[in-house]
T-cell receptor, first 118, second 112 residues
Framework: NAGVMQNPRHLVRRRGQEARLRCSPMKGHSHVYWYRQLPEEGLKFMVYLQKENIIDESGMPKERFSAEFPKEGPSILRIQQVVRGDSAAYFC????????????????FGSGTQLSVL | DQQVKQNSPSLSVQEGRISILNCDYTNSMFDYFLWYKKYPAEGPTFLISISSIKDKNEDGRFTVFLNKSAKHLSLHIVPSQPGDSAVYFCAALRGSQGNLIFGKGTKLSVKP
């Protein structure tokens, strides 16, 4: 986990508010992945980004969720008009190259942001 | 529709004995498998991986076995130590985009 920084660690929002989750990848990593873990579930892929580009957002809910990874600064996962069902642990991971069987690249995870929607 | 299944939510083992964690998958297109270990309030940490062209990979006390015909893999920890107590996630890598498909995890408790 060393090096991937997520903040805040805990975030409490009321229904209808916006949640912004930040992720700074490990130094030298330009690939960022967001995963969500609902209670009693495994981690589920949401989105894969490289600097200034969304590569794969096949796991993102169609509405209210968006992600960016600007040229400068951390990656942001934004959830608009949060609902109780958004309560989960959101993990960010980074890698230096695209993680494929060929590259044998590993993902390094941050400690997560626990989002609680009241 | 779970493509990676860990059917045992929990496992309790005595210190010094072998821990065997199991994982089944349904998609024969998966060609790379990984195990992650997770402590409470932390993110998953990579433990060991195996390519589908192999049937065994060993790293110290950890060995992963892959049976492609049965679409089954297992993680063996021997000897088990109390510090191994954590949730273990099996994951499969799909395609070329780095999306890991995770199982629900197995909580391992190693008792002194």
């Amino acid at each position: 986990n060393a090096g991937v920084m997520q903040n805040p660690r805990h975030l409490v929002r009321r229904r209808g508010q916006e949640a912004r989750l930040r992720c700074s990848p490990m130094k030298g990593h330009s690939h960022v992945y967001w995963y969500r873990q609902l209670p009693e579930e495994g981690l589920k892929f949401m989105v894969y980004l490289q600097k200034e580009n969304i590569i794969d957002e096949s796991g993102m809910p169609k509405e209210r969720f968006s992600a960016e990874f600007p040229k400068e600064g951390p990656s942001i996962l934004r959830i608009q008009q949060v609902v109780r069902g958004d309560s989960a642990a959101y993990f960010c991971a980074s890698s230096a190259r695209t993680a494929t069987p060929a590259t044998n690249e590993k993902l390094f995870f941050g400690s997560g942001t626990q989002l609680s929607v009241l | 529709d779970q493509q990676v299944k860990q059917n045992s939510p929990s496992l309790s083992v005595q210190e010094g004995r072998i821990s065997i964690l199991n994982c089944d998958y349904t998609n024969s297109m998966f060609d790379y498998f990984l195990w992650y270990k997770k402590y409470p309030a932390e993110g998953p940490t990579f433990l060991i991986s195996i390519s589908s062209i192999k049937d065994k990979n060993e790293d110290g006390r950890f060995t992963v076995f892959l049976n492609k015909s049965a679409k089954h893999l297992s993680l063996h920890i021997v000897p088990s130590q109390p510090g191994d107590s954590a949730v273990y996630f099996c994951a499969a890598l799909r395609g070329s985009q780095g999306n890991l498909i995770f199982g629900k995890g197995t909580k391992l408790s190693v008792k002194p």
